[in-house]
């Protein structure tokens, strides 16, 4: 190979590995949805990964509106929005959706109601990128994983959701579980398990075998604590800043708030820069309880290698929080 063709093929490469992840989220009750989603979008204008759209798993009336206020204040007004109407998601109030409805955040998207549903939005996105391209990024309860498993061919796709799954997604990375000691017990069921403990047994028993799955424990986001000094000092570039005031309606000034989804972040646009260990590979199971159960291949009658679950060293941590922070204080491209 000429060196010029070797040059443009390294170019190709490195481009054609850039993961197209699609933000999967709770975004209601808790603010590292917020933190996370400006992630995805610093992330994006940097060039690191591309962002084709954003789902809602929960059910909030402001959830999507607040959404687009979001991506409109990081320059893509236009990006994609999808919400579940599954009746089964969890109903969630919030301290901060509220700030959609201020004017210092004009958006155009009103209502719940005018946003897509979030299963039939993930199939067009899947479908019409190229296989084995796309990175999931789920950080709430698992409703519209466990929808796009349930879903059947349509106008998008002649492929059932899993057949779909397998022929276009190259990783989900998801916040949910726990896989270590944390929360003082070494059996933590965590949050977006228990809000929809169904929903995350068909991820775990439905997923493709052969389509990875990363596992952001609790712990994980447990040993990532937000700076307040960040929220004090870093967001100053505007007067008005919807991540400054969505993490000060929930947390105060006072409350460094774990980097759970974070964490799921990093992890699906960096997976081969070390931020993170790895487990070795298993299963992971979810019980009637929502305990979630990490089983290394051998011991499982199934001998699944799909899942692995997330690890840090102390090094790892505070790589893992700077670079966190770093992007999220990011001001905007635009
Ligand atoms: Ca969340």
Known sequence: MKPLTFLLFLAASAFAEKPRIIFDT?????????????????LADRGACGLLGVTISKDNPLSASFVDAQNTFYGRPDLPIGVTRDPKAQK?????????????????????????????????????????SVSIISVGIA????????????????????????????????????????NRTNYHLEAN???GIAF????????????????????????????R????????????????????????????????????????VFPNRGFFGLSSPGRVTVGTDGFTKFTPP???????????????SSVQQARVLEAIVQTTVQPPKK
Not at 120 to 125: K, N, S
Not at 239 to 263: K, N, Q, T
């Open 193 to 195: 398990v228990i809000n």
């Open 92 to 132: 969630r109030p919030s301290s901060y959706l509220k700030l959609a409805d201020s004017p210092e955040y004009p958006h155009d998207l009103k209502s719940n109601d005018a946003a897509r549903e979030a299963v039939d939005l993930l199939r067009e996105l899947l479908a019409k990128q190229p296989d084995n």
């Open 26 to 42: 709770d975004i209601t009750g808790d603010v590292d949805d917020v933190l996370a989603l400006t992630m995805c979008h610093t």
């Open 143 to 182: 409703s519209n994983m466990a929808n796009l498993l349930k879903s059947k061919a349509d106008k998008h796709s002649p492929l059932d959701g899993p057949a779909l799954i397998r022929q276009k997604v190259k990783a989900l990375s998801i916040m949910a579980g726990a896989f270590a000691f944390c």
């Open 200 to 227: 995350m047994q068909t991820v775990a028993n439905e997923w493709p075998e052969d389509v990875p799955v990363y596992w952001s424990g609790y712990e994980i986001g447990e040993a990532l604590p937000f700076p």
């Open 229 to 268: 000094d960040s929220i004090a000092e870093d967001f100053g570039y505007t007067p008005h800043h919807i991540v400054r005031e969505a993490y000060l309606l929930h947390s105060g000034p006072a409350h460094d708030r774990p980097c759970w989804d974070e964490s799921s972040v990093l992890q699906a």
């Open 298 to 312: 051998g011991k499982d009658a199934r001998g699944g290698k799909r899942d692995r679950f997330l690890t840090m």
